[in-house]
């Protein structure tokens, strides 16, 4: 079965703190993975995506197929990074379409 | 440039009733979406078209939805009738190719009572 998994409904970090938003997938071939982002009052947004391999916002993510993860990571948080994050995956040669986790409400306070 | 554009906002309709969501996809993006977020569940993918063709439809939960997009321009969601599981939030998103970047509406909040 085609799964994404995000442990976490609420991550509350202070400002500075590292923070790591975990999602950890179920997929039998090689999959495309994305973290999605909603800021408050504004629609969802590609944060990243593993193959491009990007740092957006400081923010990194490492497909780890051993583990099957794509954590989302970032040294520093900040205040403008609370948001919901959805992880999500897309199935080989299946047109693009997104299976998506529960996401993670990220809360960083001052 | 104007996003992907979705119309009503928030519809309130009584169960049994009709509703029909509207999706203007970014000009050019052959590719279109529709997922729904039904409370407290993970974001579900429902189908896709490429242009007026529907590609996926594996989504649908069933036959009180049905999906059109003539022309291959904008998108319209039927639910007829609806039911109270229905009550969600509806999002498009387009794409230029299969494996691009993913665009997303701001949904419409669908509340069926």
């Known amino acids: 079965a085609q799964r994404v998994t995000q442990p976490e409904k609420l991550l509350s970090v202070f400002k500075g703190a590292p923070v790591e938003l975990k999602c950890n997938y179920s997929?039998?071939?090689?999959?495309?993975l994305f973290w999605y982002v909603q800021y408050s009052r504004q629609r969802l947004q590609l944060l990243l995506r593993h193959i491009s391999r990007e740092s957006i916002k400081g923010f990194t993510a490492d497909l780890n197929k051993g583990e099957t993860s794509f954590h989302l990571k970032k040294p520093f948080a900040q205040e403008e990074d609370s948001a919901m994050y959805y992880c999500?995956?897309?199935?080989?040669?299946?047109?693009?379409?997104?299976?998506f986790g529960q996401g993670t409400e990220l809360s960083v306070k001052p | 440039e104007a996003g992907v554009t979705q119309f009503p906002s928030h519809s309130v309709i009584e169960k049994g009733q009709t509703v029909t969501l509207r999706c203007d996809p970014i000009?050019?993006?052959?590719?279109l979406y529709w997922y729904r977020r039904v409370m407290g569940k993970e974001i579900k993918f429902l189908l896709h078209f490429v242009k007026e063709s529907k590609q996926d439809e594996s989504g649908m939960p069933n036959n009180r939805f049905l999906a059109e997009r003539t022309g291959g321009t904008y998108s319209t969601l039927k639910v007829q009738p609806a039911e109270l599981e229905d009550s969600g939030v509806y999002f498009c998103a387009s794409s230029q190719g299969p494996a691009g970047e993913q665009y997303f509406g701001p949904g419409t909040r669908l509340t069926v009572t």
């Open positions: 999500a995956l897309s199935p080989y040669n299946q047109g693009g379409k997104l299976i």
């Open positions: 997929y039998s071939g090689s999959p495309e």
């Open positions: 000009s050019g993006h052959d590719n």
